[in-house]
């Protein structure tokens, strides 16, 4: 009997050390107090939170020293008054604010014991920094991600023309600087791809390549993109704030496509941005450094624009370093055979079906002048491959505006003239119409014969 009591006595003591060990050990303050309010034992971590000894602690009750004015406010006189849980914020006589939270212990149905926690207000506002930190480089990540998911490796540039060669001879030196590049040209004539083919062949390839439309944004939103903002700075604004992509476009390449449309206010700060490399996001008042590459890109005449106070000139002469004209795809003939092989391939490796072009349809393809440059070049050779069954494009696969074109430039038989005008006619009638019948019916035809007809010349019949 005496040996069991000596063993229960042994793991009693051990229990006790144990606890004391954990309560040591925990970096929250822990305060406890009877159920006289008189404090009875705390950890270490109360004295290091609060500033306070034990000296000035154990043995006082927490009337006491809410009275000599060691604490503002004694949360166990309200959890002994109240019987539940209380959380407040208590002033220290060191000046410190804490959070503590008293939680009532009972015995026997009777309080037994207040558990004060105590949490440094300083120490939780360092951790809420160091999440919203955590958070800015997280949705700084996620935006870094989404671009580079819609970045694309450049292809190699199609250059047989001597005006693309020369241009294409300038990369190399205009890569190596980081001076800003102008792309100037129609649109379609490909100066994105350019400027990726200098983002990546620069010394910071590896990084960023920000691509901003400055026509497809409104003002407003352009300016909290690209600048970013920070919590509050304006109604719907996110709480975290967000970075803008100049800041994401860090030691990399800043895009920004048809930058004529750039308002004069946003002129005006990215101006800023270009003397001082320096960026203050919306809301803010704290400015941050800036390491980039600028290029712009432009389908209007700045100069003009210049003249007319639409643009500003400072701004101009700033962007307006090292210039590059991309010529029209009518002035590159030599570019577009290449280009047609070059899409039709892609085109065969994506859809799993290898299709070829007639050469009389390659030479009616490269005599037309394409308006639309590269962009429509691409669209039709596409729009061409998708609607034809046959292995083989040939002339009747055609759009009726390119076959009309060649039909004003040559000489063909009248059954051939014949077939383009009504190629032409109906494929106008099924536009103006809301269905094949009221096609037909207009035409002064059957259903079936115009859905023939529709069929020959390779046109997408409506219901």
């Not at 990726?196 to 990084?207: K, M, V």
């Not at 100049?246 to 700060?269: H, M, R, T, Y």
Request: charge should be neutral; hydrophobic fraction near 35%; proline fraction near 3%.
């Amino acid at each position: 009997m005496i040996e069991t009591e000596q063993i229960k006595h042994h793991n009693n003591f051990e229990d006790c050390l144990e606890l004391e060990a954990a309560i040591h050990a925990c970096q929250e303050g822990i305060y406890i107090c009877d159920s006289d309010l008189r404090c009875v034992r705390l950890n270490s971590a109360y004295t290091r939170i609060t500033g306070l000894t034990e000296d000035e602690l154990i043995g006082k009750t927490s009337i006491e020293l809410e009275k000599n004015g060691t604490i503002s406010k004694a949360v166990a006189v309200i959890v002994k008054r109240d019987r539940k849980v209380v959380s407040l914020i208590q002033t220290f006589r060191s000046g410190k604010n804490v959070l503590v939270t008293g939680t009532p212990v009972y015995k026997d149905r009777k309080l037994f014991r207040i558990v004060i926690t105590a949490r440094d207000l300083s120490e939780l506002n360092q951790l809420e920094n160091q999440l919203n930190d955590a958070e800015e480089r997280s949705e700084r990540y996620l935006r870094e991600l989404s671009l580079y998911k819609e970045h694309i490796k450049s292809e190699k540039i199609v250059g047989n023309s001597p005006q693309m060669k020369q241009i294409l001879n300038l990369i190399p030196k205009v890569s190596k600087a980081d001076s800003p590049v102008l792309l100037l040209g129609e649109s379609g004539t490909g100066k994105e791809v350019l400027a990726r083919l200098i983002h990546e062949t620069s010394s910071g390839g590896d990084s960023p390549f920000i691509k901003v439309n400055c026509g497809a944004i409104p003002g407003d939103l352009l300016e909290s993109e690209l600048f970013g903002y920070v919590k509050g700075a304006f109604t719907g604004a996110s709480d975290k704030g967000k970075p803008g992509l100049i800041e994401i476009a860090e030691n990399g390449s800043l895009f920004l496509d048809e930058v004529g449309e750039l308002p004069l206010k946003l002129q005006v700060k990215l101006l800023r941005v270009l003397q001082d490399f320096e960026v203050t996001r919306l809301g803010s008042t704290k400015s941050m450094k800036v390491s980039f590459r600028l290029i712009c890109a432009t389908n209007r005449p700045l100069k003009e624009m210049m003249e007319k106070g639409e643009f500003r000139e400072d701004l101009f002469y700033r962007i307006n370093v090292l210039p590059i004209t991309l010529p029209p795809l009518r002035e590159r003939k030599e570019d577009i055979i290449p280009f047609i092989i070059k899409t039709t391939e892609k085109l065969s490796s994506r859809y799993g079906t290898l299709k070829t072009i007639s050469p009389d349809v390659l030479k009616i393809l490269e005599s037309y002048h394409w308006p639309g440059n590269i962009r429509e070049l691409e669209n039709v050779i596409e729009r061409i491959f998708i609607m034809t069954d046959e292995n083989s494009i040939t002339f009747k696969d055609l759009p009726s505006n390119i076959a009309a074109d060649k039909v004003s430039k040559d000489t063909y038989t009248l059954k051939e003239k014949m077939q383009i005008i009504e190629r032409d006619i109906i494929e106008d009638m099924l536009k103006q119409s809301s269905s094949l019948r009221e096609a037909a019916k207009k035409l002064g035809v059957d259903a079936s014969t115009l859905t023939r007809k529709c069929q020959k010349y390779g046109i997408c019949e409506q219901n």
